[in-house]
């Protein structure tokens, strides 16, 4: 067992693997990472698909026989569901041991739906029907046309990975949509703890303003704005609304730290693990730097509960021109608009590839 993922771990961190491919599933590699280096879910998503399709011939086989049979985006979910379906259930022990709190691993809907509730909700369900499997989350855009899906989804029972949030503000929009469709289903009589995370991306927040800011600002933002989602998302938890639907057996969404690959190299590869530590929230790595921490990482710092020396830092930022709400907005307007990109690139490779084989 690796000492520095166990420690974290031991702090109450969930650690996920951002990536999926059919070798790591074939070869053994998930199986390993499970053992050895305390990874207790998985997450994905279209571009992370696109890589692993594309880029090798793992699913050859299973393109060569399905592909005459299904639309490329058909074809694309039964290679993934497939993928989805055996990671779940490596993780499946450890759903079972932390009494369903950890152990879940990611599929997205079509994020060309992003900005349609009604597709969202039904594309959601029919996925989680398909795979089958209680400890997979469907991954919903917190966009504001996806927030009415993720309530509608709690509320049917499904449980959801509430993607592309970058602000304390958009992760309590969430976090109220999860609590309404646990309290409809409270309401009606049937069981309402159906579990949910709430991701709130980190590095892009430091890669938008990296040439706008001065020298002593930069990468400073990602955390900054993290640390303040976190204070909120603890007065969240904290909460009457919450603490009610507790007692009536509901385990709390959890905070979800995503985007934690250092993009610029000028600063630890680790720096949003490091930094991230707090009991109850989850950190899902990209590979590298899963193994990167494994190697040289040091969480020995939990982080605050409060702080009062983020406002100060963020006022900074405003002082230098960034105007920290509407960056948010961009934000999850970009992430949406690159989510659709990767999911149109990724059906052009699945069509490439019925060619080809």
């Known amino acids: 067992m690796n000492l520095h993922t166990k420690e974290l771990h031991n702090q109450g961190v969930s650690l996920w693997l951002d990536n999926i491919t059919r070798k790591i599933l074939n070869n053994g590699i998930l199986k390993d990472y499970i053992a050895d280096l305390s990874v207790t879910g998985l997450t994905s998503n279209p571009t992370i698909f696109d890589n692993a399709i594309s880029k090798s011939s793992d699913y050859d086989g ?29 993780f499946r022990p450890v759903y079972e041991r932390t009494n369903h709190v950890d152990g879940f ?59 592309l949030l970058f602000s304390a503000e958009q992760y309590l929009a969430a976090a109220e949509a999860w609590l309404k469709g646990v309290e409809t289903r409270a309401a009606k009589g049937l069981y309402p703890d159906v579990r949910s995370v709430a991701s709130v991306f980190v590095s892009r927040w430091d890669k938008a303003v990296s040439n706008k800011v001065s020298d002593s600002l930069k990468n400073k933002l990602g955390l900054a704005t993290s640390q303040k989602t976190y204070e909120a ?3 969240f938890l904290q909460s009457n609304k919450v603490q009610s639907v507790m007692n009536l057996g509901v385990s709390p969404q959890r905070l979800l730290w995503a985007s934690t690959g250092a993009k610029d190299p000028a600063v630890s590869d680790v720096i ?86």
Request: proline residues 6%; aromatic residues 6%; negative net charge.
């Open 62 to 90: 299973a393109i060569r026989k399905l592909g005459n049979l299904l639309t490329d985006e058909e074809l694309f979910f039964e290679l993934a569901i497939e993928d989805i379906q055996r990671a779940a259930d490596l």
């Open 105 to 163: 691993v990611s599929i997205e809907v079509s994020p060309a739906l992003a900005y349609d509730t009604q597709s969202t909700i039904e594309a959601a369900k029919a996925i989680f029907k398909k795979v089958n499997r209680p400890n997979a989350f469907i991954k919903i855009p917190g966009t504001p046309e996806g927030l009415p899906a993720i309530e509608q989804a709690i509320a049917e029972g499904i449980p959801v990975n509430v993607t």
């Open 272 to 357: 949003y693990i490091e930094n991230l530590v707090a009991p109850f929230t989850v950190n899902t790595m990209p590979e590298n730097t899963l193994l990167a921490f494994a190697n040289h990482g040091n969480a020995v710092e939990p982080m605050p509960q409060s702080c009062t020396d983020t406002d100060k830092l963020l006022n900074d930022f405003k002082n230098e021109g960034v105007n920290i709400d509407q960056l948010a907005q961009q934000l999850q307007n970009e992430g949406a608009e690159s989510f659709v990109g990767s999911w149109e690139h990724l059906i052009d490779s699945i069509q490439q590839k019925r060619k080809q084989v």
């Open 233 to 235: 998302y603890l007065q």
